[in-house]
């Protein structure tokens, strides 16, 4: 019995100890999670703290010590970073409780005055229903100082386009930036290309995007093409894309863009364009600098006055000259100032158009605008269907001298339309009445390019003129003066001459024809007429005078050619100038071939005979054998009409047997002495009626 007794009292012993070390492991690890969880809150970023939970975990069997506690090496306390900083100057053997897990934490002081601290006494965490984790907590202040800054812009010292990418970062949009982009430039591509399709999306995305987000489309546009200028070329691919559309697959204006919208945008900007020398030289910034300098100035100087203001102003001082105003040498003055104010400018791109081409502009009523976005962003206009008759009559008159008239745009619509035949005349305008109506307008910018490059095209043609003179630099035209009154000049023609001894009568002012002059002008005309008739014929010879405006558009200065012909000829030139006429001409013509403005002027017209027969928008030739009519054509077809002076020349030297190395060679007016003058001048001064004139101004000036 001894032995059983024994054995039970073994096992008894083994079950006691095994309860012991399942409560002491219960405890252990209740004790470690609480400790793990505090130090995890408010230790995140000790690395050392980690380590250590690591090593609890990972470390081997732990050695029991004999009141059930685990044994911890010294190491493994030294690496502990101030475990027991809060509890400074306490005892080995307080340590040692603090550590023993079976210590209640119901004893609140501890020997020495010492209080635990309130995470020891906090509830057992079986007594915690729910549980929450911990806020995350902002960003710990050893992080770098540059972080904050990834995101922004960084421009590095070097960079070329420093500025305009500080304007980008700050939102500005600052459109001087096109000033140092000179206009004209080179592309590689050619409209409708391979990549059109994609510049075209591209063109449609910030238009999209600047709607969406609100922004300038000037900005978005920097954005996506870089800069101002490949956009708007981007623009101009697009209006000629259109342009081909509507006009059908033949219809190419366009290869590459021209640069029109950019130098739009540089104007609209205020900068004035330079030309790409200057732009080489450098001089721009100080040419721009000069002019806000002298914008600035409160000096006030005259204005540019145009042409129509000039010449007004210029015969306000003379006729207070011939009525020997006081305030004569004022106007003088103020003349000589708007002169020199408009030669001696500073040259700019900024066109002063005259009161003559301002009239091209003039579209009130006329015309209302496409409310679109793309109308607005081009300016398109439409018909308006609601003008007024008055409004319909400014129209009429307005484009009754212009290339693009009505009678003109309804010619060219009913040539453009194949089912047209001239036997159903009337039919046909019934049932297209409202298609030949109906025409596609300019925009606004392409009408201020029409009247600024007809406005140019008109003061080169002023320039090279041979028979004009210039008052801005009072020079003399090339043509020698044999003769001047007031508003006519005579003149002598180029060689080599067609007949010997002939003249040209040439008005002052620049006439695209002679009906074109008003009656002053014709007065003086006359005048010379009677003269070299009388002067002719005391030297026993006729005399026949013709003008040739079979070309309107090439506006060059109308002229009367005098040529003297042998008595036995003049009879019969009549005869020659119908048979040539007829002969030139297509047989079916929409206007007679002939127009006897002589027998007009003896049936009661008299010397308005050729003025009331012909109209000045015709290209015409006429040609007098008196002094009051002859016989006049209208040249429907300038292409079958011989070029210059050709069809008289020929005439006249089939007449006179002249050679066709005379009759062909067409000459010109040459700067210096004409060798010719001074023996016509000598012919010519018994029959001169300006030197009337020219003793009754000096009269005038000696009284």
């Not at 307080?94 to 079976?102: A, H, I, N, V, Y």
Request: proline share 4%.
């Amino acid at each position: 019995m001894a032995l059983e007794d024994f054995e039970k009292s073994i096992e008894e012993g083994r079950k006691a100890a095994h309860a012991r070390e399942k409560q002491e492991t219960g405890h252990r690890k209740h004790h470690h999670h609480h400790g793990h969880h505090r130090k995890r809150k408010h230790h995140q970023d000790d690395p050392l703290d980690r380590h250590k939970h690591k090593r609890a975990r990972l470390s081997a069997s732990p050695e029991l010590e004999g009141d059930g506690r685990i044994q911890r090496s010294s190491s493994s306390r030294m690496k502990q970073p101030d475990s027991n900083r809060d509890l400074k100057g306490t005892t080995p053997s307080d340590k040692g409780r603090e550590r023993d897990p079976f210590t209640t934490t119901s004893d609140s002081k501890q020997p020495g005055g010492l209080q635990r601290d309130s995470w020891m006494q906090m509830p057992s965490g079986n007594d915690i229903e729910f549980t929450q984790k911990a806020m995350k907590h902002p960003q710990s202040l050893n992080q770098s100082r540059s972080s904050g800054a990834d995101f922004q812009l960084k421009i590095h010292d070097s960079e070329l386009n420093k500025h305009h990418l500080q304007d980008l970062a700050d939102g500005k949009v600052i459109e001087e930036n096109v000033l140092e982009e000179p206009t004209e430039h080179e592309v590689n591509y050619f409209f409708g290309d391979a990549g059109s399709q994609w510049r075209m999306t591209k063109l449609k995305a910030v238009f999209r995007h600047a709607e969406e987000s609100g922004k300038p489309v000037e900005a978005v546009a920097l954005d996506r093409f870089g800069g101002l200028r490949a956009f708007d070329d981007a623009r101009e691919e697009q209006i000629e894309l259109d342009r081909r559309e509507t006009y059908g697959s033949g219809y190419i204006g366009k290869e590459k863009p021209s640069g029109d919208l950019f130098a739009e945008r540089k104007v609209n900007a205020g900068i004035r364009r330079t030309s790409p020398a200057a732009i080489n030289d450098g001089h721009t910034a100080e040419t721009i600098e000069k002019l806000s300098v002298n914008s600035q100035s409160p000096v006030s100087k005259p204005a540019v006055l145009d042409h129509t203001a000039l010449n007004r102003l210029k015969a306000r001082m003379m006729k207070a000259k011939l009525r020997g105003a006081n305030d004569a040498a004022s106007l003088e003055t103020e003349y000589n100032a708007a002169l020199d104010s408009s030669t001696n400018s500073v040259q700019s791109e900024f066109v002063v158009l005259s009161a003559m081409n301002n009239r091209q502009l003039a579209r009130k009523n006329e015309v209302k605008n496409v409310n679109t976005k793309r109308g607005r962003e081009r300016g398109l206009v439409e018909d308006n269907e609601d003008m007024s008759i008055e409004d319909m009559v400014r129209e009429e008159r307005r484009t009754r001298q212009q290339i693009g008239s009505e009678g003109q745009r309804y010619a060219e619509s009913i040539a453009k339309d194949g089912k047209y035949t001239a036997s159903d005349n009337l039919e046909y305008m019934d049932e297209n009445a409202a298609k030949l109506a109906k025409r596609v307008h300019r925009s606004e910018i392409n009408i201020k390019n029409g009247a600024i490059a007809e406005f140019q095209k008109m003061n080169r043609i002023l320039d090279d003129c041979p028979l004009c003179h210039r008052e801005e630099s009072n020079s003399p035209p090339l043509a020698p003066v044999v003769s001047l009154a007031t508003r006519v000049y005579l003149t002598l023609p180029t060689e080599p001459e067609i007949s010997d001894g002939g003249a040209c009568i040439v008005p002052v002012e620049h006439r695209v024809n002679l009906l074109e002059c008003d009656d002053d002008e014709w007065e003086e005309i006359r005048n010379f007429m009677k003269s070299l008739t009388r002067m002719y014929h005391d030297q026993g010879r006729d005399v026949v005078f013709y003008e040739n405006a079979a070309a309107p558009q090439r506006k060059k200065h109308a002229a009367m050619e005098v040529i003297p012909l042998p008595y036995s000829l003049g009879d019969s030139a009549p005869a020659f100038f119908k048979e040539a006429i007829l002969s030139s001409d297509e047989e079916w013509t929409q206007h007679k071939k002939l127009i006897d403005t002589l027998s007009k002027a003896k049936q009661g017209l008299g010397r308005s005979a050729f003025r009331r027969s012909l109209v000045k928008e015709m290209p015409y030739f006429h040609v007098w054998f008196q002094v009051d009519g002859g016989l006049g054509h209208v040249v429907e077809d300038s292409s079958r009409w011989p070029k210059g002076d050709l069809f008289a020349r020929e005439v006249i030297g089939g007449m006179l047997d002249k050679g066709p190395e005379i009759i062909k060679r067409q000459g010109r007016w040459s700067q210096g002495a004409d060798s010719r003058v001074d023996g016509f001048r000598k012919r010519w001064r018994r029959f001169d009626w300006t030197r009337v004139l020219t003793d009754n101004g000096h009269s005038i000036a000696n009284s």
